[in-house]
């Protein structure tokens, strides 16, 4: 079956614009996650959406970053007045559940960011 | 303090020999899993094995086996006969369990880079 997807692959863009980087989770998977990674800070994780159930931002680094997921499916993050340290691989992931610890997530090809 | 701690920045493995990944984690929860992904030069974060806190046994899948010390902390990751499509970062991470505010989100190494040689 289709795995997660992303896009773009690749963003280049310049300082000071908004990007917006898509994810389309496993069909049926009620649980999504947005992580970045980057040289510097390894694999970080940004935000958490679970079916209807407000989202945990707690990872997010700034208010210039947000997320939002409609209809429980496809999600968007969204960053505002990019900087150059915001220029990173950004991977989203899905899980069919939350509750068990087996649940495996399965990672997208990840969205390349980078912010001239 | 780390969670995750992956002591092996890179490693090499002659093909065909076997190869053990180091991974150790800090949790004050009884209730854990741990995961091990691998990462090619593509990018793409694919999911190899999991290891559940109150499983009794080592979790083994195909080429790939967990070496689950929970006295220790340590779940390494043994690859036998190593190919040169193993060729890849590894990641180890962990998730703890969901407690209010925390929603599984992974925990991640900084990781290991493998290099197979023929």
């Avoid at chain 1, 069919?96 to 087996?102: D, I, T």
Wanted: proline share 4%; glycine share 12%; hydrophobic share 30%.
């Amino acid at each position: 079956g289709a795995g997660v997807s992303q896009s773009p692959s690749n963003k280049v863009t310049e300082k000071g614009k908004d990007v917006e980087l898509r994810c389309d989770p496993i069909s049926g998977h009620t649980a999504l996650y947005w992580y970045r990674q980057s040289l510097g800070q390894g694999l970080e994780f940004l935000i958490y959406f679970q079916g209807n159930s407000a989202p945990d931002k707690s990872g997010l680094p700034s208010d210039r970053f947000s997320a939002e997921r409609t209809g429980g499916s496809v999600s968007t993050l969204t960053i505002q007045r990019t900087q150059q340290e915001d220029s990173a691989v950004y991977l989203c992931a899905s899980t069919p559940k939350v509750g068990g610890g087996a649940d495996t997530q399965y990672f997208g090809p990840g969205t390349r960011l980078t912010v001239l | 303090a780390q969670k995750i701690t992956q002591t092996q920045p890179g490693m090499f493995v002659q093909e065909k020999e076997a190869v053990t990944l180091d991974c150790t984690y800090d949790t004050s929860d009884p209730s854990y899993g741990l995961f091990w992904y691998k990462q090619p030069s593509s990018g793409e974060m694919i999911f190899l094995i999991y290891q559940g806190s109150y499983d009794q046994q080592n979790a083994t899948e195909g080429r790939y086996s967990l070496n689950f010390q929970k006295a220790r902390k340590s779940a390494n990751l043994v690859i036998s006969a190593s190919q040169l499509g193993d060729s890849a970062m590894y990641f180890c991470a962990m998730r703890e369990r969901n407690y209010g505010g925390s929603q599984g989100n992974l925990i991640f190494g900084k990781g290991t880079k493998l290099s197979v040689k023929p």
